[in-house]
T-cell receptor, first 115, second 114 residues
Framework: EAQVTQNPRYLITVTGKKLTVTCSQN?????MSWYRQDPGLGLRQIYY???????DKGDVPEGYKVSRKEKRNFPLILESPSPNQTSLYFC??????????????FGPGTRLTVL | GESVGLHLPTLSVQEGDNSIINCAYS??????FIWYKQESGKGPQFIID?????DKRQGQRVTVLLNKTVKHLSLQIAATQPGDSAVYFC?????????????FGQGTILTVHP
């Protein structure tokens, strides 16, 4: 089954304790993205990756890091989480170039609470 | 800055009616638009997309209309069903950015009453 998986689905942590949220897709997609979703603010892109070792900042990259060492994986790293990073996080992947359909497949989400 | 927004944050309809969800975008150079549906507790799900060289595109029970003159996008859902109740987002991909970058609107809550 084609899917995007995220782990963990729920996480409660404390300020300053480094954490990683994993994301994996089994569709051989080139593009992968991370979003955060907050009430009243909708979905905001954090980082995205066009392919292995190619990443770029989205709209809200501060406080986050990403890496793309393998095509299927795109982990989101919070080196020193703060309470304002409490949010619902989504990973997404897609395959096409600008000439094709850009259907982004989203993962189920990770709800993060930073105390 | 450039943004994608929605005219109506909530929409309530009766089962069987047609629904229209609107979206205004500000970047006149955007050339690709997508509608997503997000059900409670789930990630967004692709519904339909449209490129700027088209005015209309139809899917199964859904139609997207693009009016470039007034920078307006709409999603029409025919014979709305209770299972259509969700939050609907429009998103745009400005051509000056990498293709992986999407900007989402705030979302419209659609409630379908039986």
């Amino acid at each position: 089954e084609a899917q995007v998986t995220q782990n963990p689905r729920y996480l409660i942590t404390v300020t300053g304790k480094k954490l990683t949220v994993t994301c994996s897709q089994n569709m051989n997609h080139e593009y992968m993205s991370w979003y955060r979703q907050d009430p009243g603010l909708g979905l905001r892109q954090i980082y995205y990756s066009m392919n292995v070792e190619v990443t770029d900042k989205g709209d809200v990259p501060e406080g986050y890091k990403v890496s793309r060492k393998e095509k299927r994986n795109f982990p989101l790293i919070l080196e020193s989480p703060s309470p304002n990073q409490t949010s619902l996080y989504f990973c997404a992947s897609s395959s096409s170039s600008r000439g094709g359909q850009n259907e982004q497949f989203f993962g189920p989400g990770t709800r993060l609470t930073v105390l | 800055g450039e943004s994608v927004g929605l005219h109506l944050p909530t929409l309530s309809v009766q089962e069987g009616d047609n629904s229209i969800i609107n979206c205004a975008y500000s970047n006149s150079a955007s050339d690709y638009f997508i509608w997503y549906k997000q059900e409670s507790g789930k990630g967004p799900q692709f519904i339909i997309d449209i490129r700027s060289n088209m005015d209309k595109r139809q899917g199964q029970r859904v139609t997207v209309l693009l009016n470039k003159t007034v920078k307006h996008l709409s999603l029409q859902i025919a014979a709305t069903q209770p299972g259509d109740s969700a939050v609907y987002f429009c998103a745009e991909n400005p051509p000056t950015t990498s293709y992986g970058k999407l900007t989402f609107g705030q979302g419209t809550i659609l409630t379908v009453h039986p």
